[in-house]
Structures are given as structure tokens and as C-alpha cells.
């Protein structure tokens, strides 16, 4: 049974007194101050933790909660908001969650939050689970058990936080709605701290990597059909007015048109570019799996009975030579 007064008070209809000081109980914080969506459905979650866990629930926001309403946090679940100026450290919460003794502290997988939690676990002797899809609780042993999203949140495992304070920090896209119960009262309070604000680097523009066969995202690929080297080289500058790469099947390679670097089949590289654009490629087995990942696969040979035919999305039934040498004109042309 939880400790939130709110529902005592929407019985009683009045206030009820509340005793005690900020100690133990389920912290949410949010490091730069934002109370939007995400923080408050991690507000939410911390209400259904710290019922199960008899305790209250406190948000500590940065900025003095510039990124927000504080009042939207209780109305979530909170029963106390501090607020304070700046974004803490590490350094900082240790300081300030020592004497507190905290249940559990949860921070949103934001890149702060992600720089934060490992540290104030490490600070605090406590338990830390660095991705969480979810929070429950242990009804026996009354530990925070953090449900980890495994294979892209295909599946997920449980883990029990055993050491104190269990510190979680929370993907909260993967949580239910907030909460927004108008009813609920709580208190918003000053904590007096001016945390420092964090240093600002200018942006740097790193150059663009090469493209390769692993991250274009258009794969010009050439087989026997385009003839000769002729044929090959519209293929390449088919592939560079398109902005990708031009690559081959194991007949090209073996016509001394591409390097194995460039070979794509169970004996080269598997690609998945958005568009696959096969001139000349009959297809084969080898073919088909090494292009599954492809966002489109575009095939352009003269058999309607080639085995690419029904693998491709769209087929062309034409001489690629001719197809290439229509499409760079089409292309100039614009």
C-alpha cells in the first residue's frame, strides 16, 4: 500500500498532515530541468514503484524546472518537486542523495541521464541497470526488479537491483501515458543549490566517411549483361550520379571488372542499401541472400524467366546497356 496522502486527502476532503523529511523513497530526477512527456510518464512508473514499495515520490529538477510544469509532475504522481538552478554532476547528486538514503533513483536515457547514472550508482554503493524498458517490484524481498529490452525490445529479460539505492535509467518511450490525476496535491519547493552550468563546445563538422558497400544507400551493381568494360563503366557512372557505389556479381569479378571488395554474394559482402540496382545479374542464390536487407531491389535484364524476376520489386525487361545509357541522358537532362 502506498504512502501517497493525495488519496487519503480525496476522502477525507481536506489536507492531511505529512510528517518526516525528504529521505528514502523513489526519485525521479531530471537533470536539465525538463518536465515534459517523458518525465512525467518516469514520474508515473515511480508512483507505481513507490506504492509497491510504501514510499513516496520525489522529482529533483535542474534549471529550476525551467523545461516544465512542476504542477503536471505532481498531477503524474509526485508528492514533492525540488527544484535547483543549473545541471548537477555526478558530484552533485552524490552530494546531495548521501544523506538521503533514496529507494531507488530514476533518470530518463537521455545523454545526460546516460552520463549520470553510472557514476551515482558507483557513488552511492548502490545497483545500477543502465537500460530499463520497465519497473517492477519484488513483492518478497521488496527489491526494484528493471526489465531490460533485449534484440531491439523484441524480448526482455528480468534483473533485480539487490544493492541500495537501485538506480535505473529509464528509456521512457517504452512507458505507458502519464498519469494526470487533477486531484492528486503535493508541495513545490527551493532547494537553495546553484549547480554549475555545463561547458558549451562549438559543433564540429567531421567529414563525411567514404562511401563503401556497408553504408551507401544506393548499390549499383553490374553482371555479364552490360558485355564488356564499356558496358561496366556506365554502370560506375551510373552509380556516382546517383550518389552510391557501383559493385558486381562473381562474373564480373571473374571479368576482371571489379575487386572482391566490391563483390556482393555469399562470397563477397552482403549489402542493404534503400535502392539495389542490378544491370545485367541473372541472379542466383547467392545473389538473393546477400541483397535480403535491401530496401528496394530495381533488375534490369532482357529474360523475363531470369531467376531475379520474382525476387525484385520491380524488373526491366530490357538490354541494360540500353537501360544505363537512357537513364545517365534522363539524368543529365534535369
Known amino acids: 500500500m502506498g504512502m501517497d496522502l493525495s488519496y487519503l486527502e480525496a476522502l477525507m476532503g481536506g489536507p492531511a498532515e505529512e510528517g518526516g523529511e525528504t529521505t528514502g523513497g523513489v526519485w525521479v530526477v531530471s537533470p536539465d530541468g525538463d518536465l515534459g512527456d517523458g518525465i512525467l510518464r518516469l514520474v508515473g512508473k515511480a508512483r507505481v514503484v513507490a506504492d509497491a514499495l510504501g514510499g513516496y ?55 545526460l541521464g546516460r552520463a549520470l547514472g553510472p557514476g551515482l550508482a558507483q557513488a552511492l554503493d548502490g545497483g545500477l541497470c543502465g537500460l530499463v524498458a520497465d519497473l517492477a517490484v519484488d513483492p518478497i524481498y521488496q527489491r526494484m ?27 521512457t518511450d517504452l512507458l505507458p501515458a502519464a498519469f494526470n490525476e487533477p486531484w ?28 563503401t558497400l556497408r553504408n551507401a544507400r544506393v548499390v549499383v551493381a553490374a553482371g555479364l549483361g552490360m558485355k564488356d568494360e564499356a558496358g561496366f563503366a556506365l554502370a560506375k557512372q551510373l552509380a556516382e550520379a546517383l550518389g552510391g557505389v557501383v559493385a558486381g556479381d562473381l562474373a564480373a569479378l571473374d ?3 571489379i575487386t572482391e571488395e566490391q563483390l556482393v554474394g555469399l562470397t563477397g559482402h552482403s549489402v542493404a542499401p534503400r535502392l539495389y540496382l542490378a544491370l545485367g545479374i541473372d541472379g542466383d542464390t547467392g545473389q538473393f541472400m546477400a541483397t535480403s536487407g535491401a530496401g528496394c531491389i530495381v533488375a534490369v535484364q532482357p529474360d523475363p524467366a531470369a531467376p531475379f524476376v520474382p525476387v525484385a520489386d520491380y524488373n526491366i525487361i530490357a538490354d541494360p546497356v540500353e537501360f544505363a545509357q537512357a537513364f545517365l541522358a534522363a539524368l543529365d537532362r534535369r
Open 145 to 171: 526488479v528493471a526489465h531490460q529490452p533485449v534484440l531491439d525490445d523484441a524480448a526482455r529479460q528480468a534483473v533485480s537491483i539487490v544493492a541500495a539505492p537501485a538506480v535505473a535509467v529509464v528509456d
Open 255 to 257: 571479368a576482371g571488372w
Open 57 to 111: 515520490v520525489y522529482v529533483l529538477a535542474g534549471r529550476n524546472a525551467a523545461g516544465g510544469d512542476p504542477q503536471a509532475a505532481i498531477r503524474a504522481g509526485a508528492d514533492q518537486v525540488l527544484t535547483a538552478g543549473g545541471v548537477p554532476t555526478v558530484d552533485d547528486l552524490a552530494a546531495f542523495f548521501r544523506d538521503r538514503a533514496p529507494q531507488a533513483v530514476l533518470l530518463p536515457h537521455t545523454p
Open 184 to 211: 492528486r496535491t503535493g508541495t513545490v519547493e527551493e532547494t537553495g543549490l546553484a549547480w554549475a552550468e555545463p561547458e558549451s563546445y562549438p559543433a564540429v563538422e567531421l567529414p563525411a566517411p567514404p562511401l
